[in-house]
């Protein structure tokens, strides 16, 4: 079975930088695509950035510029960096990894428990 434990949010000023981390553990045969996603209070979830084993990245529109996703697969750890926050911005940051199950070998979709990021106007 394969855990996430995100780190990272907090509390920070309109225009600051935070930095999320998500660290997969347990027992890993293959970690494929791995991504963040956000919840804003009220709203429904919604893809941030993801990015695939080989590097390439995809982000929300209203992210580019600002977020930078990446990855360390030696210690299968997605970071996403965001800088120049709005208020907008807050909500609930999820991360998710699409990691092997046995004995299918297939890939599926583990969720985080969430991490807060709050941007005060």
């Known amino acids: 079975q394969v855990q996430l434990a995100e780190s990272g949010g907090g509390l920070v000023q309109a225009g600051g930088s935070l930095r999320l981390s998500c660290a997969a553990s347990?027992?890993?045969?293959?970690?494929?695509?791995m991504g963040w996603y956000r919840q804003a209070p009220g709203k429904q979830r919604e893809l941030v950035a993801t990015?695939?084993?080989?590097?390439?990245?995809t982000y929300a529109d209203s992210v580019k510029d600002r977020f930078t996703i990446s990855r360390d697969n030696a210690k299968n750890t997605v970071y996403l960096q965001m800088n120049s926050l709005k208020p907008e911005h807050t909500a609930v940051y999820y991360c998710?990894?699409?990691?092997?199950?046995?004995?299918?070998?297939?890939?599926?979709?583990?969720w985080g428990q969430g991490t807060l990021v709050t941007d005060s106007a």
């Open positions: 990015i695939s084993l080989g590097g390439t990245t």
């Open positions: 347990g027992r890993i045969f293959s970690i494929n695509t």
């Open positions: 998710n990894v699409n990691t092997m199950v046995t004995p299918t070998r297939t890939y599926v979709g583990i």
